[in-house]
């Protein structure tokens, strides 16, 4: 998907940063807690660093089923350093456990953060992190399907969203990159979903003082261009509403495979003047996007209570889940917690895909 990032005080150019080294499989890497990890095999690669499988240091090899993964990158590049600062500030498992505890959830979406540190290979320094292990992302399985979603599945979808999205704001943080490929399975579990990559993620509220708006040139339409929130277009830091707003055009592409300014993502502006336009009227918006007679108005309630949002206001989650619930019984069902994805275990596809 194209993508377009603005210009960031402090962040190094990409030609700046180096690739990472492939660590070898059995290599072994001590956290800052002096914890020692076993690396597996690679199984991604992003622009600048790699992810192996990864288990607590035993006699044995790590094994294909191994829970977790390492994330490494050059300690002197930007992303996993930034990225890193959030897990350690808001994702511990304690924090999420106590999380889910008092709000009386079955699970949360955000991965659990297990130790970090840096290695040293070669006379080269290597930050690296360690996290849970996932299945697909959704975009695989959204383009598998013919780009759609049901709408029970993208309810249900949205619902998990906003609770992750309700304790990361509340941790402080927002993300700013809602979107499929950000969307990753459980490995064990395809009901459950998780929001990942935080490289991006941007502390809103330091001490719990919120930034002020402020619009900076050099930071317009910074994100996915597609999702990414008016906010964003215009150069403003992001804020909660932003997240909420990236979610709603996540839902409205889900649903439809198309969102109306999608011809035409080479012109920032008017992606940004598109998305100004359709607030301003999100009936147009609902018309364009559904033009049968059987619309879903959650879908409309929702980003209108959206966009009713102030910059610094904190949103209502509770008001916006029942907006999705009412949906939900709109059409004959509920939050039974299960997505109805075409997946089999461990996050893999089935070969035939559901239809809408």
Known sequence: MPRVKAAQAGRQSSAKRHLAEQFAVGEIITDMAKKEWKVGLPIGQGGFGCIYLADMNSSESVGSDAPCVVKVEPSDNGPLFTELKFYQRAAKPEQIQKWIRTRKLKYLGVPKYWGSGLHDKNGKSYRFMIMDRFGSDLQKIYEANAKRFSRKTVLQLSLRILDILEYIHEHEYVHGDIKASNLLLNYKNPDQVYLVD???????????????????PKRCHDGTIEFTSIDAHNGVAPSRRGDLEILGYCMIQWLTGHLPWEDNLKDPKYVRDSKIRYRENIASLMDKCFPEKNKPGEIAKYMETVKLLDYTEKPLYENLRDILLQGLKAIGSKDDGKLDLSVVENGGLKAKTITK
């Open 198 to 216: 935080y490289g991006l993620a941007y502390r809103y509220c330091p001490e719990g003082v919120h930034k002020e708006y402020k619009e900076d």
